[in-house]
């Protein structure tokens, strides 16, 4: 079992940074993939970025490529999500979300656990 508690969301103006924190309780972290996800309000929920249990490999929605970071410090039980340059289209619930796969799982279904969520409001 794993349970996720995102922080970090706010409200900014269009080029500036945030960094969204997904603090984990359970054993299994460092064996699980992380992922980030986001959902605005009647739309789908999307996949931003993953990250495989050890840290060393990453993934990213094309939308997000090049501003956004994913990070994991598994002594901590965290994964990091660093965004920069936002731009207003990034407003969004973000959440954070664990996978038992290998890899950085894209889909929603390869998930087994998932955070509450945290908003993100970008200005223009």
């Known amino acids: 079992q794993v349970q996720l508690v995102e922080s970090g969301g706010g409200l900014v103006q269009a080029g500036d940074s945030l960094r969204l924190s997904c603090a984990a309780a359970?054993?299994?972290?460092?064996?699980?993939?992380m992922g980030w996800f986001r959902q605005i309000p009647g739309k789908e929920r999307e996949f931003v970025a993953a990250?495989?249990?050890?840290?060393?490999?990453?993934y990213y929605a094309d939308s997000v490529k090049g501003r956004f970071t994913i990070s994991r410090m598994n002594a901590k039980n965290t994964v990091y999500l660093q965004m920069n340059s936002l731009k207003p289209e990034d407003t969004a619930v973000y959440y954070c979300?664990?996978?038992?796969?290998?890899?950085?799982?894209?889909?929603?279904?390869?998930?087994?656990?998932w955070g509450q969520g945290t908003q993100v409001t970008v200005s223009s």
């Open positions: 990250i495989n249990w050890g840290g060393g490999s990453t």
């Open positions: 359970g054993r299994t972290f460092s064996s699980n993939a």
């Open positions: 979300a664990a996978s038992p796969k290998l890899g950085f799982p894209y889909y929603q279904y390869e998930y087994n656990y």
